[in-house]
């Protein structure tokens, strides 16, 4: 089925490093979404992003909807150790009306004090 | 008060036993969702109910039996499992008006089939 393609698929940083990620797609999307996951917990929406070339922050992070709308990215600025998680990109394609959305694989971030 | 709660958070389940995870939102909502999340694979859509109608089924085996029946409360019941659908199970709530699909996730039910 369709798939995000999300990288890097891990990260290890050290506290004060800037992070950033990203998600490609084959479609055209009219939704991107960025989630954080801690471990044994559900996905917690960080960002959302609705128009093509949007930039958009949530404190240190920031996220941009690409001008193709095919991808988009997350960076975090100036990690601190309670950024450890996997964070998720998940989008909806254009002409979906379910409300379903895909998602990416993953990135796993870990931060080194 | 959690805006998507999930019970049981954990479960354990013999593949002949019949159980039931529950949901519910807080957040006003009209459309609700189940996920399964395995090891080292992305979050697979299962179900989508939008205003108490199942609009989705993703080639969910018939062993998983979605029922909501309010706009606020999902169920997922399970019978005749087997060990491969260990796994968090997870719901989600969303706002369907326009285009937005902010979706809004429990904590997950990890349940283990053995």
């Known amino acids: 089925g369709q798939q995000l393609n999300q990288s890097p698929q891990s990260m290890f940083i050290q506290e004060g490093e800037d992070v950033s990620m990203n998600c490609t797609s084959s479609?055209?999307?009219?939704?991107w979404l960025w989630y954080k996951q801690d471990p044994g917990e559900g996905p917690v929406l960080l960002i959302a992003?609705?128009?093509?070339?949007e930039l958009t922050s949530n404190g240190r992070l920031t996220a941009q909807f690409g001008i193709t709308r095919k991808d988009s990215f997350l960076n975090i600025s100036a990690s601190i150790p309670s950024d450890v998680g996997i964070y998720f990109c998940?989008?909806?394609?254009?002409?979906?009306?379910?409300?379903?959305?895909?998602f990416g694989q993953g990135t796993t971030l870990q931060v080194k004090p | 008060e959690t805006g998507v709660t999930q019970t049981p958070r954990h479960l354990v389940m013999g593949m002949t036993n019949k159980k039931s995870l529950k949901c519910e939102q807080h957040l006003g909502h009209n459309a609700m969702y189940w996920y399964k999340q395995s090891a080292k694979k992305p979050l697979e859509l299962m179900f989508v109910y939008s205003l108490e109608e199942r609009v989705e089924n993703n080639s969910v085996p018939s062993r998983f039996s979605p029922e909501c029946p309010n706009s606020s409360h999902l169920f997922l019941h399970l019978h005749t499992l087997q060990p491969e659908d260990s796994a968090l199970y997870l719901c989600?709530?969303?706002?369907?008006?326009?285009?937005?699909?902010?979706?809004?996730f429990g904590q997950g039910t990890r349940l283990t089939v053995v």
């Open positions: 479609s055209i999307f009219n939704t």
């Open positions: 998940a989008g909806q394609r254009i002409g979906s009306n379910t409300g379903k959305l895909i």
């Open positions: 989600a709530s969303s706002q369907r008006t326009g285009m937005n699909t902010e979706a809004f």
């Open positions: 992003l609705y128009k093509a070339g």
